[in-house]
């Protein structure tokens, strides 16, 4: 393997700027370390870490990324190597002593960072989500899924929609996901924040909004769905399957490609997606450190 060494970079501006192409050739896999540092840089978060494994031709052979306050995310790695990046890479950030919260990343790469890190720190892990990562490029109709498409409809919320359900939907997403539960009054400003970009959609079914949607993390080659969610009284009518279904086809009139992490503890979820062409990909993990 060609020599390696750890490049740390002033903030998320310069990290883009030298490696942003590199990780583009792996959209999928580094959307999260795309998208937070884009998201870091325009918002001016200042502290984090932002630091990568070069070798001696200039190319990134591991990352990643962490501001104050959130995970530290990983980039993709090839499955047949990267352990001696990964190892580099973790004992690095564990000599910084990086405060966050968990740490995500794509495997196998994640897990030899994660042994690697906690090993530094003389701490010990454990996998709060495992998630299977989907990529989507045709959509198909289930059978069961057209006569509740044909009776509903896919539309962007608006602030004039009943933001305080939306904030209990998200609310009850989060929970189900094993994520923080927010507070009222932070799920009502994140769901109207997310309906004024219009990244907020809803199937609408009797002229009421059945279930909920998100386009996230809109990048170069594709786009990513989170916090699809359903109410317990709207279940089991296929309302779920056909919002994905219309969801996906709008998105992909745009983008190469769509993509989504869905929990592994969630059968129904990962059914939905599978039935409606969302392709297992790879396996995405959670890792909180104990």
């Known amino acids: 393997m060609a020599d390696l060494r750890v490049k740390e970079y002033s903030g998320p501006e310069e990290f883009l700027d030298e490696l942003l192409p590199q990780l583009e050739q792996h959209e999928l896999e580094n959307g999260q370390v795309i998208s937070k540092s884009k998201l870091w840089n325009q918002n001016k978060v200042e502290g984090g870490y932002y630091a990568a494994v070069i070798d001696n031709s200039n190319t990134v052979t591991y990352a990643a990324v962490w501001a104050p306050g959130n995970y530290v995310f990983l980039s ?31 495997e196998p790469g994640a897990m030899t960072f994660v042994k690697a890190y906690t090993a530094a720190l003389e701490k010990s892990y454990v996998v709060h989500r495992s998630m299977t990562t989907y ?58 924040f997310r309906a004024r970009l219009g990244l907020l959609y809803l199937w609408i079914l009797n002229e009421k909004p059945v279930s909920m949607a998100c386009k996230v993390r809109p990048l170069k080659y594709g786009c990513s769905v989170a916090g699809v ?19 996906s086809e709008h998105l992909r009139k745009d983008y190469d490609f769509v993509s989504l992490h869905a929990d592994n503890n969630n059968p129904t979820s990962n059914h939905i997606y599978q039935q409606v062409g969302y392709e297992k990909h790879c396996i995405t993990n959670d890792y909180l450190i104990v």
């Open 76 to 106: 993709w790695s090839p499955p047949d190597g990267g352990e001696e990046a990964q190892e580099k890479l973790a004992k690095h950030a564990a000599s910084l002593s990086l405060s966050s919260t968990g740490i995500v990343g794509c």
């Open 135 to 192: 990529r989507l490029t045709n959509v198909n109709i289930p059978d069961q899924a057209r006569d509740m498409m044909s009776r509903g409809v896919l539309r962007v919320a608006t602030v004039d929609d009943d933001m305080q359900m939306l904030a209990n939907w998200y609310i009850g997403f989060n929970e189900q996901c094993l994520m923080p539960r927010p507070s009222g009054e932070e799920a009502i400003k994140e769901i109207t």
């Open 229 to 247: 969610y359903t109410p317990k009284e709207s279940r089991g009518q296929g309302c779920a399957t056909a919002m994905m279904a219309a969801f």
